[in-house]
């Protein structure tokens, strides 16, 4: 790490971060990549994001089937949480990772910018799964849709994707999770 990044982190106890909120600054100050900093910012605003979105979402459910006793209901809505945690979870962990190597002095820019790819891949990896989640017909509000056929410049991909069976959405984010932890363990 060069001198300006442990300027930026500081180095004694004081400096350093105390949880998930404070590894987000810290992350950003000792680091020297640009494009992690840049991940930092916008995997922060994504996880939050899609916080809220789950947090959301599990009030709505919980209101929806408050008066239904165990069961299915309950199930569906540890289901939703546990979802939730596996698409927040890998999107913070490139920071967490960078925070504490750095925190050790272990960091470098190589690191740093290796993890800010893998957190940007991971982002695209929700999208590939949520495009091949997508059913061919669909119910919404009383009527059935159908998916739009792909076009444009990526209709080839989007169309590769549409192909696949759904069950296979949750593969790609899992090998770009699995490929973060991976990277964190190598360089330990």
Known sequence: MSETAQERAGSDEEH???????????AYRASDSRLFRAYVVLGGLLALV????????????LGQTATASGGTFTFSRSLFVLVGFFAVGPLVA???????????????????RTMAL?????VLSLYVASVVSIPPSYEMDGQVMQRDAPSGLFAPIVGALYALPAWTSPVFPAIVA??????????R
Do not use: K, W
């Open 94 to 112: 490139p920071v967490l990772f960078v925070a504490r190597q750095h925190r050790r002095g272990l960091g470098d820019e190589r690191y740093d």
């Open 50 to 61: 899609l916080a809220l979105f789950f947090g959301l979402a599990i009030v709505t459910l």
């Open 16 to 26: 350093t971060y105390s949880g998930l909120f404070g590894a987000f600054p810290y």
């Open 118 to 122: 893998l957190g940007l891949g991971f």
């Open 178 to 187: 699995l490929g973060m932890y991976l990277v964190h363990r190598r360089q």
